[in-house]
């Protein structure tokens, strides 16, 4: 703030120079007022985008009510729809993306920040985050080509054979899945993991890891004791901007979750997504029931999204509070 | 003699940050070190329960013995040294837990308890010898971060004391703290002299000549003079130790 800082210095300057100091504190009222503003943009976007989709899905609204959530048919030609398959398999997808991804997210960051050598830490940091700069796209046709058949010869088969009891892997698998989907969202949020909680391990003040060693605690015991509490809400955050970005993921889920607007229990059966059925049908949508009720769609998504992140802060807030930390 | 310190020099990478310092400290005593900003003391200190091999390229030439024993030797279990040499920093670290929970940390991780009750007798006792059992003990379980600055001061002590240490290291425990709290931490270190080897950091001279039994002036990374804090301060037998007590430099 180079505009304050020529404040600050001419404050005791002689009276001559005043009106200068003056006007620069007029300039002070207008970045103030500018930068206001663009503070209000984002309220005003966010709160546009609600009213947008909420007008925009009035036609559904009004001819299914709160039914629509619990509807299990989509079917454009008899305009029907009932939007549960596809809450279902994004709910499904990116639970299991923190299922697989939060594990191996928060242990590679714990060793990033903990065990490995700065350099080390450093250049995977680096790499890590490039990653998180990759399309979708390209993480999609990762999944097609290597992950889905991964799946569907070794992974699917382990599964049937010791956890095969239960509904959620039963059945044949193809490959394009729920499985598959939740496995490559778990493979793009992990760079937000890993790096934000790295961050946050890494800004944990040394005078804390000290205290414990000086008690006679082990390097673990430190880490696992002392580190990792301290740095709790700031790993929680990262969770929740992993799953933000998993809800909302469109492209790489639409390449192989199978696109099949059915609920099933087995993981290895194909599902649906609202993002990936946004995507896929809103350029054929002809009818404006069919455009409401994708519109509608996003309208749940949107608040699903919102919800998460109120969670989030609650989540965040209270443990802060309980622990005391800042 | 508790510890005797042969020699060392000590590096941070490749530059040097003590040179040939000896010396003894003396059990159940309070040993001062003073000395301008940046000569050392921290590093000296810290070099009596291996808190600088964290740092990364620090080295140390020398010998340090804990009861006769050389405690950079390989044998020594630097786990077991950091609970027998307790250490107190300059700004107090409490974790952000309850008031409990900082105390029984290190019970917890050395598990010299498994019983609640146990714990809790430790946890009172320990308390009580740092003289903040009477403010706390209706708040144990609320979050040490609520607090003073002065009882997180002693909170920091106590939880030292639970592990049982036999040496404690201070590095200037009260800088932070106003002059009633810093009476207190200055009473606490007098009373605990009784049953613990107290290695005190200070840059307040005042506070090394009531309450310390011996004194040692570094400066610029040497170990300059060491005596009875008596001495030190009514005979100093350096030159430089006369100018810095008397306030010419530093
Ligand atoms: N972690 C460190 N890395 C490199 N140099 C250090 C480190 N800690 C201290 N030093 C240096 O060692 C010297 C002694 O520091 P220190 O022991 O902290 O002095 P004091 O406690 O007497 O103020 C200083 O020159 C300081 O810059
Ligand atoms: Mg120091």
């Keep these: 703030m180079p505009l304050s ?24 009222q207008i970045a103030h007022l500018i930068t206001l503003i663009f503070a209000a943009t984002i309220f005003i976007v966010t709160a546009l985008l609600f009213y947008e989709l909420y007008t925009g899905a009035l036609l559904t609204r009004q001819k299914f009510g709160w039914s629509f959530l619990s509807g299990t048919t989509w079917d454009p030609v008899a305009l029907e729809f009932g939007a549960l398959p596809f809450i279902y398999g994004t709910l499904v997808t990116s639970a299991l993306a923190l299922i697989i991804g939060v594990p191996l997210g928060v242990g590679a960051a714990i060793f990033l920040a903990e065990l490995a ?24 046709l990762l999944a097609i080509f290597t992950l889905v058949p991964f799946l569907r010869d070794y992974v699917a088969p382990l599964l049937q054979s010791t956890l095969g009891f239960l509904p959620l892997f039963q059945g044949q698998s193809y490959g394009v899945s729920l499985l598959a989907g939740g496995s490559i969202l778990a493979i793009m949020v992990l760079p937000f993991i890993i790096s934000i909680s790295r961050e946050v391990l890494l800004a944990v003040p040394r005078e804390q890891r000290e205290a414990s060693l000086a008690l006679g605690a082990t390097q673990w015991e430190t880490t696992w004791n002392v580190v990792v509490p301290y740095a709790k809400a700031g790993i929680i955050g990262s969770i929740f901007l992993a799953l933000a970005r998993a809800l909302g993921e469109t492209m790489a889920v639409t390449m192989v979750i199978g696109n099949d607007p059915r609920i099933n229990l087995s993981v290895f059966a194909p599902g649906y997504s609202i993002a990936a059925a946004i995507a896929n049908e809103f350029s054929e949508a002809t009818g404006d029931m069919h455009i409401s009720a994708l519109i509608e769609l996003g309208f749940v998504l949107f ?24 | 003699m508790k510890i005797n310190v042969g020699r060392v020099n000590f590096y941070y990478g490749k530059q040097q ?24 003391k921290s590093t000296f200190l810290r070099s009596l329960n291996r808190m600088n091999d964290l740092i990364p390229g620090a080295r140390l030439e020398g010998k340090v013995e804990l009861d006769g024993e050389d405690i950079y030797s390989d044998e020594m279990d630097v786990i077991h040294l950091r609970r027998r040499v307790g250490m107190i920093f300059q700004r107090s670290n ?80 009260a800088s932070a703290l106003d002059p009633i709290s810093t009476a207190k931490i200055e009473e606490l270190i007098y009373n605990l002299k009784q049953s613990y080897t107290i290695v005190v950091v200070t840059h307040n001279m005042q506070q090394a000549a009531r309450i ?31 100018d810095y007590i008397t306030g010419r430099f530093g």
């Design chain 2, 94 to 173: 409490p974790f952000p837990m309850s008031v409990y929970d900082n105390v029984a940390y290190g019970v917890r991780v050395n598990k010299l308890a498994r019983k609640r009750l146990e714990v809790d007798e430790i946890v009172e006792k320990t308390l009580r010898a740092a003289a903040l059992w009477e403010e706390v003990k209706d708040r144990l379980h609320r979050s040490a971060m609520s607090l003073s600055g002065g009882q997180q001061q002693r909170l920091c002590i106590a939880r030292a004391l639970a592990v049982e240490p036999e040496v404690l290291l201070m590095d200037e425990p």
């Design chain 2, 17 to 40: 940050a003590l040179y040939d310092v000896s010396t003894r400290i003396r059990q159940q005593a309070v040993t001062a070190l003073i000395g301008p900003s940046g000569c050392g």
């Design chain 1, 5 to 28: 800082s020529t404040v600050a210095a001419n404050a005791g300057a002689p009276r001559r120079v005043r009106p200068l100091a003056r006007r620069l504190q007029r300039g002070d």
């Design chain 1, 303 to 326: 608040c699903i999204t919102i919800a998460v992140n109120a969670v989030a802060r609650l989540l965040i807030l209270t443990t802060t509070r309980k622990s005391g930390a800042t």
């Design chain 2, 212 to 242: 310390s039994d011996e004194t040692g002036f570094f400066l610029n990374g040497r170990l300059v003079e060491f005596n009875e804090t008596k001495r030190i301060f009514t005979a100093p037998a350096v030159r430089e130790t006369e």
């Design chain 1, 117 to 140: 050598p700065l350099g080390v830490s450093d250049g995977l940091a680096f790499i890590i985050e490039l990653l998180a700069a990759v399309p979708s796209v390209i993480y999609g």
